[in-house]
């Protein structure tokens, strides 16, 4: 792999892992592009190349912490505090908002917020439920994954499943009573996103824009779905991670390039931080429809140019 093509390939990692279009679908398409002109780099299949996809990842992910690292920061510091707090008394973790909750009371009394804020250990109980999200994604995503890529993957049923991804997106910008805050988070809500992103595996849908979707569609609030969505990222992305280099492990032969390895994670990091920060400002501004046009087009691109071949 020479330096122009994992910059290339860095850039488009970047870029898309937070554009809800699927960046695995627009890293692969531009693998096999790279390849149909005469580029050595290995198939998007061979051990190298899901290596060198994996890394990208990963660097996403700095991305991450940099562009949130406040609130992570903050985040990690009081889960440490309840934990210690719930360590010295046990008693003190409640156990009423960890049950489920299918409809939010949108006006509570300032005394009871004032007292839900005292008692709930709150980044704590964040934290728990974002695990519960993860959980989910793996019991859908170990039984069904091979699955879904063998039923979806081919032209036609991709061109399907970006479309319904626009058709969610343009949805999620029609969203306008958001009742639930951090406090309103439960297992019901967690579940659903996990669910969401369980079904991010199939091709063609986005990691991030199922999440987000599945978030607003149960009414969390645009801020709070888009940092739980990349929050719970984190997990996700490194558990996949280490599944996959267990797999490649076992291949006879690997050959690793230092060297484009080091540049796609510098590469896809950088673009990244830009790329995140533009998405959650069309989030904010509730403007994801306009992903949707892309997808769309995008969807019959892939449709009827790659159905042709």
């Keep these: ?17 937070f554009f809800p279009v699927s960046s ?4 692969v398409l531009t693998q096999h592009w790279l390849i149909e002109r005469g580029s050595s780099i290995p198939a998007p299949e061979s051990p190298e190349m899901i290596f060198f996809d994996l890394i990208v990842h990963v660097g996403t992910l700095v991305s991450i912490a940099v562009v949130f690292r406040k609130s992570l920061g903050r985040f990690l510091f009081r889960v440490w505090q309840d ?27 300032l ?25 989910v994604t793996g019991l859908i995503g170990f039984p069904l994954k091979s699955v879904f890529k063998e039923v ?27 009742p639930r805050g951090l406090r309103k988070i439960d297992p019901f809500v967690a579940t659903i996103i996990g669910i969401g992103q369980g079904l991010a595996l199939i091709p063609g849908l986005s990691r991030s824009g199922m999440t987000i979707s599945f978030a607003l ?7 709070w779905a888009a940092e739980y969505s990349f929050f719970i990222a984190f997990p996700t992305i490194l558990g996949a991670t280490l599944l996959q280099l267990i797999e490649i492990s076992q291949a006879d032969t690997i ?7 080091t540049i796609g994670f510098i590469v896809s990091a950088i673009v990244g ?12 501004r509730a403007k994801f429809r306009y992903f949707s046009f892309y997808l769309w087009i995008l969807a019959i691109i892939v449709a009827f140019g790659m159905g042709s071949n």
């Design 24 to 27: 695995t679908s627009h890293l």
């Design 273 to 284: 931080v830009f790329a995140l920060q533009i998405v959650l400002n069309f989030l904010y």
């Design 1 to 17: 792999m020479s330096i122009f093509e994992s910059i290339l390939l860095g850039i488009i990692q970047g870029i898309f892992m």
């Design 255 to 261: 050959n690793l390039n230092l060297l484009p390895l």
């Design 152 to 178: 979806f993957a081919t032209p036609g049923a991709i061109a399907v499943t970006l479309s319904i991804t626009g058709i969610l997106l343009w949805y999620t910008d029609m969203k306008l009573k958001q």
């Design 83 to 109: 934990v210690i707090s719930v360590i010295n008394n046990p008693k003190s973790f409640p156990r009423k908002p960890l049950t489920f909750k299918l409809f939010v009371k949108e006006n509570p009394s």
């Design 217 to 223: 569609f149960v009414g969390l609030k645009r801020q």
């Design 111 to 135: 005394s009871k917020i004032k007292q839900d804020r005292r008692d709930e250990k709150l980044y704590l109980r964040l934290a728990l439920l974002g695990m519960l999200s993860v959980f």
